[in-house]
C-alpha cells in the first residue's frame, strides 16, 4: 500500500540500550521528519531530512542519530535510550516547498517507553 | 518561546453548539499556515492549508480564516465525531520552510 508506516508501532527498551525507529514513505517526497509528541509540549521537531544524505537538526536532536541513504527510508536512532526519551515518534513526509510550506502526511507513530 | 501558540487549550462543547479555535503566529512574511486533526493514538491528518490574509477554507462543519496574524478554525454545529485535537503549523523564522507546531486545542463534543 502507499503511504507512510512506521515500525515498531510499540516498544519497550530498557535505560542505556540503542533503539532503531523506522519509517518508510512510497510517495518519492524528498523531505522526511521526526517529531517527538508529549503531553504539554505537543509535536517538537527532532530532524529532518530534505533528501537523501541532507540532514538537519530540529527543536530537540540531543540524543538522537538520524541517516537517510534512500529516499523512502529515514531512520531515528536513540544510541542509547533515557527515560526521558519515552514518548510518541511521528515520522512525516512532504514534497519541497517552492512557494512556501507542503502538506505533511504522518505516519501513524511508534509508542516507545524506556524503563 | 513559542512561535505558534493556540487556544484554547481544551474545549467541550455541546452537539450544535458552535465556536471557534485560535492559532496565532509571530513569525512574519507567512509561508503557510496548516490546520491538522489528529485523533487519539493516530498521526496528523491534514484540513487545510491557508497562504494569505483574507483567504478562507471550508470542510463540512469546519472553516479555516487567515488573517496577518492568526488564523481560526471555526467549528459549526459540531457533531461527536469531530472531537479530536486540532493542531496548527506555521514556518519556523528566518525564512525557514520547515514547520513548526503549535500545542493544539483538544476539542470534545458532548451528545
Known amino acids: 500500500d502507499a503511504g507512510i508506516t512506521q515500525s515498531p508501532r510499540y516498544k519497550i527498551t530498557e535505560t542505556g540500550r540503542q533503539v532503531t525507529l523506522m519509517c518508510h514513505q512510497t510517495?518519492?517526497?524528498?523531505?522526511m521528519f521526526w517529531y517527538r509528541q508529549d503531553l504539554g509540549h505537543g509535536l517538537r521537531l527532532i530532524y529532518y531530512s530534505a533528501a537523501a544524505d541532507i540532514t538537519d537538526k530540529g527543536e530537540v536532536p540531543d540524543g538522537y542519530v538520524v541517516s537517510r541513504s534512500k529516499t523512502e527510508n529515514f531512520p531515528l536512532t536513540l544510541e542509547s535510550a533515557t527515560r526521558s526519551q519515552t514518548s510518541v515518534y511521528f515520522c512525516?513526509?512532504?514534497?519541497?516547498?517552492?512557494?512556501?510550506?507542503?502538506?505533511?502526511?504522518f505516519g501513524p507513530g511508534t509508542r516507545l517507553l524506556v524503563l | 518561546e513559542d512561535q505558534v501558540t493556540q487556544s484554547p487549550e481544551a474545549l467541550r462543547l455541546q452537539e450544535g453548539e458552535s465556536s471557534s479555535l485560535n492559532c496565532s503566529y509571530t513569525?512574519?512574511?507567512?509561508?503557510?499556515l496548516f490546520w491538522y486533526r489528529q485523533d487519539p493514538g493516530k498521526g496528523p491528518e491534514f484540513l487545510f492549508t491557508?497562504?494569505?490574509a483574507g483567504e478562507e477554507k471550508e470542510k463540512e462543519r469546519l472553516k479555516a480564516t487567515l488573517t496577518k496574524k492568526e488564523s481560526f478554525l471555526h467549528i459549526t454545529a459540531p457533531k461527536p465525531e469531530d472531537s479530536a485535537t486540532y493542531l496548527c503549523a506555521g514556518p519556523l523564522p528566518g525564512g525557514s520552510y520547515i514547520p513548526t507546531f503549535g500545542r493544539g486545542t483538544s476539542l470534545i463534543v458532548h451528545p
Open positions: 513569525v512574519s512574511g507567512l509561508r503557510g
Open positions: 491557508l497562504y494569505s
Open positions: 512525516a513526509s512532504s514534497k519541497p516547498g517552492l512557494a512556501g510550506l507542503e502538506t505533511q502526511y
Open positions: 510517495w518519492s517526497h524528498s523531505y
